[in-house]
């Protein structure tokens, strides 16, 4: 149930009905929007009678009850309004949300040795990103490909960050890990393979760090908002949702089926922020420019891309990757999309030369 207030309320009002709503045995949340205040009320709120809380203040505007299983993430929650996920990163905070410009999240797959991560870090920041992904830890369909370098990665993607001042994002697959890659990761990941492994999202729910949470493969939006749900109930608001395609039936032309109209689905059911991966999403990095403009046009908050500087020498996803060229190109055209929904961080890039729209050479 969410309780919101007038604008204009005073705040001893707002910290005296939370105090009686925890007296009467509820968990109150407050939640202060850019233009009111809305207090959440989580808890057995069945049996409650909306017209018996409206009576608790005169301040109180509405009060409503959230039919969806998922509550904290719901777009009623905040009484409509989009959150916002904030980022310190050593270039400064970078805010993901529906009311900013398009955060661009690009790095290769694995983190595979120094060199690599750091020269590709520098050239996705010379390109506009703010983020640079990589794994350390990596969860492979086969227990023969490789599985990352594990801690010695996560070294590693402190030296690009160092080098670069862009955040890190990267996945956690075990909780027992959790603790060394927060130290490390500026948002941690939590990925498709993983969307329901409900005692990880517990715990990435429990600590401080921001979480993007993947969609798995054969979930649902709802089994995915319920996912955000448990690691919001432990605690952490800061969750980015990040479609990466579900499962195709026609693997013969790409990897997966990415979704895009869960855009304006998610909009009108969450105020979490969405990032789209059209690396995963694909399979292949030919097709990764249209989707990430489409993206774009459909009105995502973020991007994620994979890029790697030789694709085909890559440890993993290697023909889903863009190279930093293909990046580059890739990042001036976008920029004419970011502007014309007044979304792009620097207004009036050049559109340059069309990036390559080359046919895949072999099949995933
Ligand atoms: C990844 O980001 O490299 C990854 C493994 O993602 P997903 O969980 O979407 O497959
Ligand atoms: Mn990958």
């Not at 350390?136 to 590693?156: I, M, N, V």
Request: hydrophobic share 40%; with cysteine.
């Amino acid at each position: 149930m969410i309780i919101a207030m007038k604008s204009g309320t005073p705040a001893e009002e707002i910290e005296r009905l939370c105090e009686e709503m925890l007296s009467r045995g509820f968990t109150p949340e407050k939640i202060v929007g850019r233009h009111k205040v809305v207090i959440g009320l989580v808890g057995e709120t069945q049996s409650l009678d909306p017209d018996r809380i409206q009576e608790a203040s005169p301040w109180i505007e509405k009060v409503l009850r959230v039919e969806k299983p998922f509550k904290r993430v719901s777009r009623e929650f905040r009484h409509g309004e989009a959150s916002e996920v904030k980022v310190p990163t050593p270039n400064g905070i970078v805010t993901f949300g529906e009311h900013h410009p398009i955060v661009v999240i690009a790095g290769p797959c694995s983190v595979e040795n120094e060199e690599m991560i750091v020269e590709t870090a520098l050239r996705v920041k010379a390109a506009g990103a703010s983020f640079l992904r990589g794994g350390a830890y990596k969860p492979r369909t086969s227990p023969y490909d490789f599985q990352g370098h594990g801690e010695s990665g996560l070294e590693l993607l402190a030296a690009a960050r160092e080098a670069s001042g862009l955040g890190i994002i990267t996945e956690v697959m075990d909780a027992a890990d959790l603790d060394k890659i927060a130290a490390v990761a500026d948002v941690v990941q939590v990925g498709a393979r993983n969307m329901q492994n409900f005692s990880l999202l517990k715990r990435v729910g429990a600590q401080d760090k921001p979480v993007l949470l993947k969609r798995g493969m054969a979930a649902t939006i709802d089994d995915w908002l319920m996912a955000a749900e448990y690691v919001m109930s432990e605690g952490n608001a800061n969750v980015i949702l990040c479609e990466r395609g579900i499962r195709t039936f026609d693997r013969q032309y790409l990897r997966n089926t990415i979704d895009l109209a869960v855009i304006p689905v998610l909009r009108t059911l969450t105020h979490l922020p969405i990032t789209i991966d059209p690396s995963h999403g694909t399979g292949w990095s030919a097709y990764v420019p249209s989707m990430a403009k489409a993206a774009i046009a459909a009105g995502t908050d973020s991007l994620m891309i994979e890029v790697h500087p030789n694709p085909p020498k890559a440890l993993s996803d290697g023909p889903q990757s863009l190279t930093p060229d293909q990046f580059d190109r890739l990042m001036k055209e976008l920029s004419a999309f970011g502007n014309a929904m007044g979304r792009w961080p620097e207004a009036g890039a050049n559109l340059a030369q069309s990036t390559r729209n080359e046919q895949p050479t072999a099949l995933l």
